[in-house]
Nanobody, 122 residues
Framework: QVQLEESGGGSVQAGGSLSLSCESS????????MGWLRQAPGKEREVVAY???????KYEDSVKDRFTVSQDNAKKYLYLQMSSLKPEDTAMYYC????????????????WGQGTQVTVSS
């Protein structure tokens, strides 16, 4: 059982920056994908960014060039650096891990943290 704990959310004005961190209770296997999901009120949860076991990263179109996902060498920590934040980035952000990046939104094939709130005001 993998437990994930996010930190670093908060409130910021549009154009500002925030950094999120995620700590895994175990060192994730080299075959695991880790990523960030978000869910805004009234919307479905979506994948924001992920980093695959080979270091490949992928971003949701709306956050490209604004968000950067990274991981420590031990793959115990996952980070999301967010800049040029927009009100539409307001959401609960979740750290997630799965055996395949295509499974990040799929339960029970993935593990999710409890989430951290990001609020961007205009």
């Amino acid at each position: 059982q993998v437990q994930l704990e996010e930190s670093g959310g908060g409130s910021v004005q549009a154009g500002g920056s925030l950094s999120l961190s995620c700590e895994s209770s175990t060192y994730t296997s080299n075959t695991y994908c880790m990523g960030w999901l978000r869910q805004a009120p009234g919307k479905e949860r979506e994948v924001v960014a992920y980093i695959d076991s080979d270091g490949t990263t992928k971003y949701e179109d709306s956050v490209k060039d604004r968000f950067t996902v990274s991981q420590d060498n031990a793959k115990k920590y996952l980070y999301l650096q967010m800049s040029s934040l927009k009100p539409e980035d307001t959401a609960m952000y979740y750290c997630a891990t799965a055996g395949d990046c295509g499974w990040l939104l799929s339960r029970p094939h993935s593990y999710w943290g409890q989430g951290t709130q990001v609020t961007v005001s205009s």
